[in-house]
């Protein structure tokens, strides 16, 4: 799996989690079978998706842990090289190049 999909997967399930939890909240006020039932869905979306990140949250390159910035980084900080396509970055300081 490329940090893409890791991304991609990431944010479904940390989605699934908050709106089981609004669901579990607002609709399960008068109904705590339903309730119960979008808390359990949630906890364990939130375990899932916990467990992709410490899974698969690293660079593919030189295995290093991106669990900072998760969704902002390009470049890996420990080898600099491009998450995606492991291009090395020439020089020093970068060019700015967005
Ligand atoms: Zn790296």
Redesign the pocket.
Known sequence: MDIKTTRKVVTIGFTICIFASLIGIFFGAGNPELSNYMLIVAVIVFLFTAAIIMKYAR?P????SLLRKFFKLEV?P??H?NLTTGKKKKGHGGRGRK
């Open positions: 660079c390159w030189c295995g290093g890996c420990h080898c090289r």
